[in-house]
């Protein structure tokens, strides 16, 4: 069994593994150094689509926010419009 650990920074997010049932010793140098570019391009590319999700959310909370806010700014500058006209 070959077994090629998914790292994202200095944490394991997960692993890959290859098995021959037939042949004990089935896998060459070349085959773990291949397994493990491609675990390394799984492990960059799982990453990126954490991030991706991440920034997603947060560039919505940060909408919702300022929609909130420039809702507030109307309110209170139609209180003040009409605590002016008021005085008038």
Same mark, same amino acid.
């Given at each position: 069994m070959l077994l090629v650990p998914l790292v994202a920074g200095s944490t394991v997010i997960g692993a890959v593994s290859l098995?021959?049932?037939? @042949?004990? @010793?089935?896998?060459?140098?070349?085959?773990?150094?291949?397994?493990?570019?491609?675990?390394?391009?799984?492990?960059?590319?799982?990453?990126?689509?954490?991030?991706?999700?991440?920034?997603?959310?947060?560039? !919505?909370?940060?909408?919702?926010?300022? !929609?909130g806010w420039r809702s507030s700014q109307r309110a209170a500058g139609s209180s003040r419009a009409a605590r002016h006209a008021g005085r008038l």
């Open positions: 098995q021959n049932l037939n @042949h004990e @010793h089935a896998f060459s140098e070349s085959d773990v150094r291949l397994l493990t570019t491609l675990a390394n391009s799984m492990s960059v590319a799982l990453e990126n689509a954490r991030l991706f999700d991440e920034t997603n959310r947060l560039l !919505a909370e940060t909408q919702q926010r300022t !929609a």
